[in-house]
């Protein structure tokens, strides 16, 4: 597709259960990242991959989040034993260049 | 700590009525400041601003930089009931955006 692509849309889990969250970005796009937006609240850097180099990693609120991204193109953000404070939305951005971002629709998770 | 202000935090204007959305920023290394428009759930970009003065217009949104005073404005003019979303502003220090926390904007027909 021609935008930033994230699934699943919705994902409604238990506390405690694992959670894989995958973003597809723009073709070309050397830069992608993650971030998660409470109700309420501005939007929460958690994670960023240029190129090859090392991702920065400094948003991650805990060891629980980890995120990869595999031959520079779809990431993964995985979230484990997941706490009822983890529910958000999680938007993953692209970008060819540092500054515009293109924005994919966003994952909205549910922990019960 | 780089730190993103944004005010109001929540607007609520008839329309036609014209809106001036304010961001203000404390950020070390500062290259641009960015602002988006989040209707649902993904924010779409609306203006990049590097340098001072320079008025950005898109349609009936505008928005201009102070590098001085730290801080930019977004107007919105005729304001429609399409323009209700939260506008976000973000400032980009060094690889990762910091963003405000945004303002709400209603527009009442």
Redesign the interface.
């Known amino acids: 597709g021609a935008g930033v692509s994230q699934s699943p849309s919705n994902k409604v889990t238990e506390k405690g259960k694992d959670v894989e969250l995958r973003c597809d970005p723009i073709s070309g796009h050397t830069?992608l990242?993650w971030?998660r937006q409470s109700l309420?609240?501005?939007?929460?850097?958690l994670i960023?991959f240029?190129g090859n180099s090392a991702p920065?990693k400094s948003?991650l609120p805990s060891d629980r989040f980890s995120a990869e991204r595999t031959g520079g193109s779809v990431s993964t953000l995985t979230i484990q034993r997941t706490q009822q404070e983890d529910s958000a939305?999680y938007?993953c951005a692209s970008t060819p260049i540092?500054?515009?971002?293109?924005?994919?629709?966003?994952s909205?998770l549910t922990v019960l | 700590e780089d730190k993103v202000v944004q005010s109001p935090l929540s607007l609520v204007v008839h329309e036609g009525d014209t809106v001036t959305l304010n961001c203000s920023y404390e950020v070390t290394n500062f290259r641009s400041l960015l602002w988006y428009k989040q209707e649902k759930k993904a924010p779409t970009f609306l203006f990049m601003l590097t340098s001072s003065g320079i008025e950005k217009k898109s349609g009936r949104l505008s928005s201009i930089l102070d590098k001085k005073e730290l801080f930019s404005i977004l107007n919105i003019t005729a304001t429609q009931t399409g323009d209700s979303a939260i506008y976000l502003c973000a400032v980009d220090p060094r690889s990762e955006l910091t963003f405000g926390t945004g303002t709400r904007l209603t527009i009442i027909p």
Do not use: I, K, S, T
Not at chain 1, 40 to 45: A, I, K, R, T
């Open positions: 830069a990242y971030y309420g609240q501005g939007l929460e850097f960023y240029q920065d948003g939305v938007l540092a500054g515009e971002l293109f924005f994919g629709e966003g909205r």
